[in-house]
């Protein structure tokens, strides 16, 4: 497992449903949407999913602070 997939995991199974009292509809749609997050991510590195998933949150110099 990688470091973020632990935290999404616990905010789909734990946050969601028990402390937001989402439906497991909602819960399934911000799977989803995690999951469209991660290819988008992927392919705009031009990384696997799970590289995308290690990557800094921090704009590299080359892209001179500019959003992707």
């Not at 009292?21 to 749609?29: F, G, I, N, Q, V």
């Amino acid at each position: 497992m990688t470091p973020i997939a632990s935290d999404i995991t616990a905010f789909l199974r734990e946050r969601l449903p028990n402390e937001r009292k989402a439906s497991p509809h909602t819960t399934d749609t911000y799977a989803y949407a995690f999951q469209l997050l991660f290819q988008f991510a992927s392919q705009r590195l031009g990384c696997s999913k799970e590289a995308a998933q290690h990557a800094d949150a921090e704009p590299d110099e080359a892209n001179h602070g500019q959003d992707l």
